[in-house]
């Protein structure tokens, strides 16, 4: 979870940002799916890697003490959720992100 949460809050424009970013990559369609209500589409390692670059990954997987294919997986696999978590009405709220961490 706190891959994730790094991940958004050190990303510029924080939770809108990360969205505008996979939607400029050819991504919007499951990075839409993640804000709305409906079901998560899922995203690969792979897609991950290529939307946020190897570089990026390798400054959270490091800040975290993990490998950059962990940190590629792991976001593929929390990303969907906390992104979905942090949109409950279907809307990005960035000063949700900013709370998430205190409120754990």
């Given at each position: 979870m706190q891959?994730?949460?790094?991940?958004?809050?050190?990303?510029?424009?924080?939770?809108?940002?990360l969205v505008q970013q996979f939607a400029q990559s050819g991504l919007g369609q499951q990075a839409q799916s993640w804000v709305s209500n409906g079901?998560?589409?899922?995203?690969?390692?792979?897609?991950?890697t290529q939307v946020l670059g190897s570089g990026k990954l390798q400054e959270i997987a490091k800040q975290l003490g993990m490998e950059h294919a962990d940190a590629a997986g792991g976001l593929a696999g929390l990303l969907p959720q906390v992104v979905n978590h942090l949109?409950?009405?279907?809307?990005?709220?960035d000063d949700l992100?900013?709370?998430?961490?205190?409120q754990r």
């Open positions: 891959l994730a949460l790094n991940l958004i809050n050190s990303h510029p424009g924080g939770l809108q940002g079901q998560n589409l899922p995203i690969s390692a792979e897609q991950i949109t409950p009405n279907g809307a990005v709220q992100v900013q709370q998430e961490p205190a």
